[in-house]
Nanobody, 124 residues
């Protein structure tokens, strides 16, 4: 059974940085796409960034491009999301998810397995 555990969320002032971690088990990590998603209060969940471990493909949604960086450590079965220049609008619960395929453009919500989420709060 696939398991995903997020960590690294917290409270940070605007302009600051956080690094989220997603540690996976129960599947062949190096063959999967791992995505970071977020959901703010009253808003729909959205795909933030995805990485296809098998080929190294990456995707970022427009609002985080240039500020967030996704990376993967196959030896540790862990994907990171380095978040710099954080804004109050980045406040959300951040989830990681895994899927065996690469979806091309975008990180759709139909990923196979999901973590429980970690809260990120950015104050002005």
């Amino acid at each position: 059974e696939a398991q995903l555990v997020e960590s690294g969320g917290g409270l940070v002032q605007a302009g600051g940085s956080l690094r989220l971690s997603c540690t996976a088990s129960g599947f062949t990590f190096s063959d999967f796409t791992i995505g970071w998603f977020r959901q703010a209060p009253g808003k729909e969940r959205e795909g933030v960034s995805c990485i296809y471990n098998k080929e190294g493909f990456e995707y970022y949604t427009e609002s985080v491009r240039g500020r967030f960086t996704i990376s993967s450590d196959n030896a540790k079965n862990t994907v990171y999301l380095q978040m710099n220049s954080l804004k109050p609008e980045d406040t959300a619960v951040y989830y990681c998810a895994a899927d065996p395929q690469w979806w091309g453009s975008g990180c759709p919500l139909g990923f196979q397995s999901w973590g429980q989420g970690t809260q990120v709060t950015v104050f002005p």
